[in-house]
């Protein structure tokens, strides 16, 4: 018995059929959504249930915000700071940490139960396909810039190859050999273990070579750029003539554009941007036409930026508490004078959520001074992050609910404090307050940790409240998994890529949003497929594809194709007005699947057929 099924019983049945039910327990996460609507409130009108919707559409809003703070504040700066120390360009950090930052709610969320019988690959397809047009559409609308044509052509190959390889896999009902699924043909409809195996084995293997060819492109490049300054140097050397100069300026220019390419800096920002309101303009071209004013960009020197307040004379513990209670400020006071009274009240509602954030994740941010080292606030953090966090995963594999919440399970977590009491009472008195110790590097590791749990449990509370808040308002599930749900996921993942680019990762951002949706393709739909027992059965094809799987695979290869053709046509440059074709392409596809969920218009999917008994 689904417990989404329940919501349609009449009221007074409800409470007792919630708690009676196991599939009620099994869908939810660290909050009954149920056990409240039903039992706590005791919603017995369709009035209050409406007022109560509106309050779970709060919380999806609360658990965005929290997502927010935590990509642009913590793991923005982390994955700036990974790819500078392994020594990645832009296009490569976005591909492998950018994208899989991206994708990795919905890797998890995909494992969720309550996704087990859902349209998976519709709800993937769709999911890549509103983060294309919305999220690609803002980087070309805010930031113009020049993209890379190899590595684009090559994304979008790769993602169309993605998208046709896994719909073969859903949609084909014919039984093949073992040699035929290595070769060309995949099918998941011969539903042995043995065969999900291969199929799934292929389709990680197509990510590794994905990987590879990404990585080898990157040596080549730097090899190519370490011949051409060889070849400079020699040309240099060489009496002056007009042959020689022409040959010196053209491998010159071919140098400058490899090396912009050829690792990745940390640029410097404006901690405090001007909040001013923009006049309008009648002028069109200030809306539709690109922008061609070249930012200077400046690198941050981190190791000033470590040092800057670092005087050995100072008292080890200097402004310990001050500096703990100015970190802990969850408003800050020259941002609080820039912004109008609508700015100061979004900073006043979100100041309870900063200052939970701050109080769990470990900050480690270059471009700030002490690289955001606060004595005090981190050797406590040493002691509760590695304790909420494994509460809140012990937690959530136990499983075991008091009423409407989790119970949590400390028991794991207790024994993380024989290592973490005595490790944060050595940083203590090993540390100072005006400079970060040489072991600050490993908070990173505390820094991701938390901040992938927190985003996992945003994640998971949003996906169960959307599906609580479709079925109440008698929306199909499959209809709010290719709308609401992918409206979410893209405005999840764009806040991050839109961090990026307007700190000037505009390559960065724009890689993501290929690499992005080609990771949640091969392994964030591979890895669920293969661990569904439900998608092994027979007849699986059928809930997997959905009602509108057809309408959004089409919607995609209309993307894909028309991308490849203004990159080309435009010479990779994107522009304003491509980001609003995107979003014009975005819009129509949301009012395709309404009309088609209202049955006013008939969709690309085919008619049910029914063999005669």
Known sequence: LSCLSLLNMPYEHRCTMVRKTPHCLAIIQYVNYFDIMCCVLGIRSPVTEICVMCVF??????????????????????????????HMNEYLAGITLLAFANSFPDLIANLLPIRAQSALYTKTISDCLVVMLLCGGMVCYLKPFKMSGHSTVRDLLFLLNAVELTSLMVTVDNRVTKQECISERFSCSLRSNRFCFVCFAALLVVYVIYLIIQVTDLVLMR??????????????????????????RRKMAMLIDLESNEVMSIHKQDPYPRIVAAKRSSNVADVFGTQTKKVNRNDVDYKLTRTILHNKDNPKNQFLWDEFLEKCNPIDTLSWRLRNTCGRIIMIARAPLVIITRLIVPEVNYEINKHGWCKLLNCMQIVTTPFIIITAVASNFTQIYVSWRICFNMT?????????????????????????PPYHFFYLSLNAASSFVIIFVCAAEIEVLTTIVGVVLDLSANLMDITFGSLINAVLDMLAINTMAMAGYEKMAMAAIFAGPFFSIIVGMGVPLYFNEQA???????????????????????????????????????????????WIVLVIFLLYSFTVEARLIHGFSKDPEFPPL
């Open 57 to 86: 559409i709060l919380f999806v809003l609360i658990y965005i915000q929290i997502t927010a703070i935590i990509v642009s504040t913590y793991l923005t700066p982390v994955m700036k700071i990974l790819s500078v120390k392994m």
């Open 223 to 248: 090899i190519t750029i370490r011949k051409l300054r060889v070849e400079i140097a020699a040309l240099r050397r060489q009496p002056i003539s007009p042959a020689r100069n022409e040959m010196l």
């Open 412 to 436: 794991l977590a207790l024994y993380s404090l024989v290592f973490t009491v005595p490790a944060a009472v050595f940083v203590f008195f090993d540390t100072r307050t005006d400079i970060p």
């Open 536 to 582: 092994h059965e027979k007849g699986s094809t059928q809930f997997l594809f959905g009602e509108h799987g057809t309408n959004c695979y089409i919607f995609c290869l209309i993307t894909i194709y028309t991308t490849l053709a203004w990159t080309l046509t435009l010479n990779f440059y994107s522009r304003r007005s491509v980001g609003i074709y995107c």
